[in-house]
Each structure stands twice: as structure tokens, then as C-alpha cells.
């Protein structure tokens, strides 16, 4: 069973770039017909899907979020990224990654990570 | 940009039924807006339970189903029990690559 597990700084200062890594095990992250997704939820409020990377590198991302966000894969590490520029508070979340079908079966999700933006 | 609509809250009772909604600020959802189904407790990341509108995650008991009722999504629990006392999300697939979390319901069984 594919399993997915997010990494990178607890904390991040405000105008700097969020990075983050969702490590894939159980699984290859380059089989199967899979969108490689980020999503993210500050304390207290709802989900909000930040994008998508499917295996070729093609992308989508959330229009209110597109002009600061970059999501790549690296096949060799079976692992996938994020990037986040010019931070502010308003990012402060727990950061999920997750793994859907090109059906909409949001299949697997890893446990998140909070990142904090702050000085 | 188009807003996805859900219920801020609910209650039930145990062993009774409620049914959540899916909507949208403009239009009507049909299948082909992929409707899926997560639920959340404190802490915890989502657990998906329903994905295309009516397919059950694995594990996931059958007193959960999801269906289209009317012009919005639906997710229905039939015979809820204490443990379903959580936070309910659908998401959305809005065409061209772009999905859409509703702002989400907190499910209360008392």
C-alpha cells in the first residue's frame, strides 16, 4: 500500500519560499495513472487544494495560488515538491500531500506537516 | 472564481440519518464534477470515503454513501454512530485540472 510522508522546516520567515517534500513508499511514483497533489489547511479552517503534478511533470495549480507556486517530481527519489515564494502569515498551515487517480480517487494521503511563517 | 457550498454545521442523532451536501456558488453538480467525500477528526489528516460520486473507499462502512440529489452532491449516513462526530470535506473537479474543497461540516451525534 502506496504510503506518503511530508518533510521540510517547521518554520519559514515571512518573504522567504516554503519548500517542501512528499516522500512516496510502497509504490513507484512514476506507475499507474496518478496526480501527485498538495493541499493545505490553516488551524481552525477548511482544506484548500494548492495543485498537482502528474508523472510526465505536467501541472495545475490553484489560480489564487499560481503565481507563487512550483511543484516538481524527482522520479530517481520518488519524492515530489513543493515551493511557496514570498510567504506571509496567511500561509502558516498543515501541508498535506496526496496521491489521486486520474478517475478522482483520492487514494492516499500523508499525515501533513505545519509549517509556520513567521519571524 | 466558483465557490463550493457545504452545511457549516449538522447534528444527528445516534443511530439516525443526515445527508450533506456538495454544491456550488453557480450551477449544478453532476458526476462529472468527480464528487468525493473525506472526513476529519482533530489532529488527523482526511480519511477519503466516497470518490466519483458513489464509489466507497476501502474499509469504509456502508453506512456511508454518497449519490447527486438535485443540483448538489450528497453524503449520506445512515445509522450514525458516536465515532462519525467529526468534520466532513468534499472536493470538486472543476474541469482543466483545477479541484475545489468546500469550506466543509461539522458533523455533531448527540
Known amino acids: 500500500q502506496v504510503q506518503l510522508q511530508e518533510s521540510g522546516p517547521g518554520l519559514v520567515k515571512p518573504s522567504q519560499t516554503l519548500s517542501l517534500t512528499c516522500t512516496v513508499s510502497g509504490g513507484s511514483i512514476n506507475s499507474g495513472n496518478y496526480y501527485w497533489s498538495w493541499i493545505r489547511q490553516p488551524a481552525g479552517k477548511g482544506l484548500e487544494w494548492i495543485g498537482r503534478?502528474?508523472?510526465?511533470?505536467?501541472?495545475n495549480y490553484n489560480p489564487s495560488l499560481k503565481s507563487r507556486v512550483t511543484i516538481s517530481v524527482d522520479t530517481s527519489k520518488n519524492q515530489f515538491s513543493l515551493k511557496l515564494s514570498s510567504v506571509t502569515a496567511a500561509d502558516t498551515a498543515v501541508y498535506y500531500c496526496a496521491r489521486v487517480t486520474g478517475g478522482g480517487f483520492w487514494t492516499s494521503w500523508g499525515q501533513g506537516t505545519l509549517v509556520t511563517v513567521s519571524s | 472564481q466558483t465557490v463550493v457550498t457545504q452545511e457549516p454545521s449538522f447534528s444527528v442523532s445516534p443511530g439516525g440519518t443526515v445527508t450533506l451536501t456538495c454544491g456550488l456558488s453557480s450551477g449544478s453538480v453532476s458526476t462529472t464534477y468527480y464528487p468525493s467525500w473525506f472526513q476529519q477528526t482533530p489532529g488527523q489528516a482526511p480519511r477519503t470515503l466516497i470518490y466519483?460520486?458513489?464509489s466507497r473507499s476501502s474499509g469504509v462502512p456502508d453506512r456511508f454513501s454518497g449519490s447527486i440529489l438535485g443540483s448538489k452532491a450528497a453524503l449520506t449516513i445512515t445509522g450514525a454512530q458516536a465515532d462519525d462526530d467529526s468534520d466532513y470535506y468534499c472536493?470538486?473537479?472543476?474541469?482543466?485540472?483545477?479541484?475545489?474543497f468546500g469550506g466543509g461540516t461539522k458533523l455533531t451525534v448527540l
Open positions: 472536493v470538486l473537479y472543476m474541469g482543466s485540472g483545477i479541484w475545489v
Open positions: 466519483s460520486t458513489n
Open positions: 503534478i502528474y508523472t510526465s511533470g505536467s501541472t
